[in-house]
């Protein structure tokens, strides 16, 4: 008997069903420990997290620190004043505490530094024609060596004068000193104020002995050069408006920045007894 296709499509369908089924593989049998695993995973995702999280966390406290520390070292020391106008604690100068500003301290302390930049400022303006000199009309004209010295002793004022002797030391001292000042403080030292913060009188021994010998070495120094012939009086002469121009504006600004922030930049040096009655 010969089959036609049509025929042989219902057979073939049904064997393909049959074989399909018994090609469909089973699902895989989950043990016990499997499925618990599978079913902690959200926790141990969770767990892992938390531990990210935690040394996150750490890290950032450890940076934070570190933060701290750094801007303890770079920040000049600070002095603590009581409210009112009290006298400095020495004990606890150099720790950045905060200044209580107060109008009357505000006005004693601008009175010592602006009075000693004042003071700089005089000095400055005297000194500035001789060391212009020699670039005005009718002047002799500086040759190269002088020219190239003139330079370099202005370079050598800014360095030496300027940054290391005004900045990094007399500057802070001259602003702290004026901020121990107060409206209950002595007379003499509210009406002598700039020189009280130099550091002439009421300071250390220590202090005392070094702020007297830079006033009596700089007055010596400057009558020396008053006899030094042209031009090399005027050299030297623009040396020390460069030294004393920074360290003008040294002080100005560490009195701003020690009025904004809070903060005395130096230990004021005052003398032990002045300290034990605080």
């Known amino acids: 008997m010969r089959l036609t296709s049509a025929a042989l499509l219902p057979p073939l369908a049904l064997l393909c069903s049959f074989a399909s089924g018994f090609s469909i593989s089973p699902k895989p049998f989950l043990s016990p420990s499997t499925s618990g695993s599978c079913s902690d995973m959200p926790n141990r995702v969770s767990d892992h997290d938390d531990q990210v999280n935690l040394l996150r966390s750490r890290r950032q406290q450890q940076q934070h620190r570190q933060l701290q520390q750094n801007f303890a070292r770079t920040t000049a020391p600070a002095?603590?004043?009581a409210s009112g106008g009290a006298q400095v604690d020495a004990s606890a100068a150099g720790n950045g505490d905060s200044i209580d500003m107060t109008i009357g301290k505000f006005l004693a302390s601008f009175w010592g530094t602006g009075g000693f930049v004042y003071i700089l400022l005089r000095s400055i303006r005297k000194i500035v024609p001789i060391a212009m000199e020699p670039f005005g009309d009718g002047a002799v004209a500086l040759n190269r060596v002088q020219l190239v010295?003139?330079?370099?002793t202005c370079l050598w004022?800014?360095?030496v004068e300027g940054y290391k002797g005004f900045q990094c030391k007399f500057s802070p001292l001259v602003v702290s000193r004026s901020l121990t000042l107060h409206p209950r403080s002595p007379p003499h030292h509210l009406l002598l104020a700039p020189l009280y913060s130099m550091g002439l009188f009421h300071a250390t021994k220590k202090r005392v002995i070094v702020s007297w010998s830079v006033s009596l070495g700089v007055a010596a120094l400057v009558a020396g050069v008053k006899r030094m012939p042209y031009p090399w009086r005027n050299i030297v002469d623009a040396g020390v408006v460069v030294g004393l121009t920074w360290g003008m504006l040294s002080i100005l600004v560490?009195?701003?920045?020690?009025?904004?922030k809070g903060v005395s930049p130096a230990d004021p040096a005052l003398p032990e007894e002045a300290t034990k009655k605080d």
Do not use: S
């Open 157 to 159: 004022f800014a360095y």
């Open 254 to 260: 560490g009195y701003v920045l020690a009025c904004a």
């Open 79 to 81: 002095a603590l004043f």
């Open 149 to 152: 010295m003139y330079i370099l």
